[in-house]
């Protein structure tokens, strides 16, 4: 409540009291409407047309009641105005931040007093490194100054969303001492790091640790990955298999030479003339830098030119170019031959399976198949390892038609491929459904059948159990981290590299 606001020699002066008939206290948080005294607080607030401004709070001291409570009394704050010892309004304290982080100490102080704010040099300097407050929910992570030689370790406060302090090194040591100074942390998220794990079980025993859940699933794509390797003659002799036994060659694939329209693309006509003038130059003993003068041609295509002796191999690029199409090819061609020749129903048809494209692609191509210009299209190859693995750790809606049916088939194929499908899908139904004390039902499935790469993934998660079984549990994770890593990278690389560690890390600081 405003009681009174005046204007003398020195400024406008506000005189303001709280309405509200207790308070709680910051310790116990007991509420308390008992009144112990009363004082007068000055507060400096943004300068109102030029004038400083002053306000001054009736602040109340109240009585704790909780019986356990080390506090005898405590001084009522305003939320949004007052903080313990805070001389300057949030507002004036945010706009003396900034001044103080474009012109630093003296400078600052001469530009504030120019606005209508008296305030020291020491004080904007002090402003610079204030430090943070309280932090409950900190993430950890490690950059790099130099990479594969010196490292650095970002703190953030994930609650706040923004980094707090920036340590030497990514050892232990470091960031014990920091929370050692800092016990009110409650959550610390980071990256499966065992020198994070280690310092916040040295200096912070009382916080939960919280294992980031995609370095949970990458690990876990890791250990897929060697599965799917450790099983693909499975595969090859599957899909050997089905292919026909009087087969003697692959039938040839779409013409890439031909543009959409079934013309020769001028584009390979001039990868060939190229090619065949660079040869014949440098067979008549020419030095690359002449015959890019002569040709009009970048040094590197001539090189690239001169090395390669089979131009096939340039072409490959441009004639072998997958598009939207490719996957559906095969099913237009068998209706095509079945008979149906309306393209309009064949985009339909497609459209229905999940084709992205547009119309135009399968009328096109349809035209084609009218005027005999391309042949049938190869067969599904044999999908390879990392594509397989791609198909394994998609969530089955976001599969295509044919991709489903691959998977289907590789599901088919192996039985141990089966099983790691099934053990997949379930540790993302714990993560997605935070299911975290379901964690040793899948580890005891996953050890009862013989994949020894899904055993070792198992086995690691005992060494930090109670980490991912919180990250398994809480939508906490060091996500944001990672985000805040990649914006370290961009003001490293505007230093182009030159900045030490101390001014990086006011950099990172004053730019949050």
Known sequence: MIEAVRRDADGVVL?????T?????PRCGESSGRVHGRYERRLADAPLGGLPVMIVLLIRRFKCLGQDCPAVTFAEQIPGLTRPHARFTPALHRLLARVAEALAGRPGSRLARRTGVSVAKDTMLRLLLDEPGQVRVLGADEFALLKGHTYATLLVDLEARRP???LPGRDAEPVARWLADHPEVEIVCWDRATAYAEAARKAAPQAVQVADVWHLWSNLAKAVEKTVAAHYGCLRAAHEAVAPADALEPPPVPDGFLDVRGRPRRIVATIRERHQAVQDLVAEGRSLRGISRDLDLD???????AKTANVNELLVKVTQRRTKLDDYKPY??????????NASQLFREVRAQGFPGERTAVNRYVRLLRDGTVTT???????????ALRWVMTRPEHLRPDEAVGLKEIR???????????????FAGLMHEHRGEDLPVWIERVQQDDLPHLHQFANGLFHDYDAVTAGLSTSWSS?????????VKLLKRAGYGRAKLDLLRMRILLRS
């Open 21 to 25: 008939p207790s308070a709680q206290c």
């Open 479 to 487: 996500g944001q981290v990672e985000g805040q890593v990649t914006r």
């Open 164 to 166: 707090i302090d920036v």
């Open 377 to 387: 299209p190869p067969p599904p190859a044999l999908p390879k390892p990392r594509r």
């Open 412 to 426: 088919a194929a192996c039985p141990e491929l089966d099983a790691t499908v099934g053990h997949v899908r379930a």
């Open 15 to 19: 005189r303001a009291r709280s309405r």
């Open 299 to 305: 040094y590197y295509a001539v090189r690239r030119y």
């Open 332 to 341: 237009i061609y068998q209706r095509f031959t079945s008979g149906c020749h």
